[in-house]
């Protein structure tokens, strides 16, 4: 036997490129990562402005609803001799003496006394800039109509009907409105 130290001359060749593995990507595989990459990317932005958007309106939708779920109770807590007179009255004299957020009693739009059936406006502002200047304002309008029970049941019942009818408008990328409504009864007979 005889060995050798010199290589086979099958082993002397240089290996095929179908038998060659490169450790690293190619172009194509880069391009197709970073479009995975890109797109997962966008759908997470997108998801983030869907959520921020549905927070800001959920903002100004519990705003709403808290002003105008804030005015029935002030109704509501009037003396009754005043929602029978306000709910009776015709000629809009005889006014809610309702106060606003900011803690002035309210006018109808046109600046005279709010009485049942007037519509009464205010602007809220829901946020401040970091110099302290308010932003992002909601206007809140509402409109308070009253039925006197007794006058129309023919005394069958003895109280005050209060609906609450109100709109909201404000912008978010758009101009937004919505508008609902908040119904009681405020009773002269005791219910406890």
């Known amino acids: 036997m005889r ?20 450790a690293g990507f190619n172009i194509v595989e880069v391009i197709v990562g970073m479009a995975i990459f890109s797109f997962m990317v966008v759908g997470l932005l997108s998801l983030t402005f869907q959520v921020r958007a549905s927070s800001e309106e959920a903002v100004y939708n519990n705003t709403s609803l808290t002003l105008a779920q804030a005015y029935l109770e002030q109704m509501r807590s009037s003396d009754m001799a005043t929602l029978r007179a306000a709910a009776v009255d015709t000629s809009g004299s005889v006014g809610l003496n309702l106060i606003s957020s900011n803690g002035t009693t309210l006018t109808d739009t046109s600046g005279g006394v709010l009485a049942n059936g007037d519509w009464a406006s205010e602007t809220i502002m829901l946020d401040e800039d970091d110099a302290g200047n308010p ?27 209060i609906t609450l009818f109100y709109q909201t408008t404000y912008n978010f990328g758009s101009v937004r409105t919505q508008n609902g409504s908040l119904r009681t009864v405020r009773s002269n007979i005791s219910t406890f």
Not at 3 to 22: E, G, M, N, W, Y
Not at 143 to 154: A, E, F, I, S, Y
């Open 3 to 22: 060995f050798s130290l010199l290589p086979s001359p099958s082993s002397a060749r240089p290996p095929s490129p179908r038998t060659v593995r490169q």
């Open 135 to 161: 932003r992002q304002p909601l206007t809140f309008r509402f409109r308070p109509v009253l039925v006197d029970l007794n006058t129309v049941t023919g005394g069958q019942a003895d109280g005050v009907e």
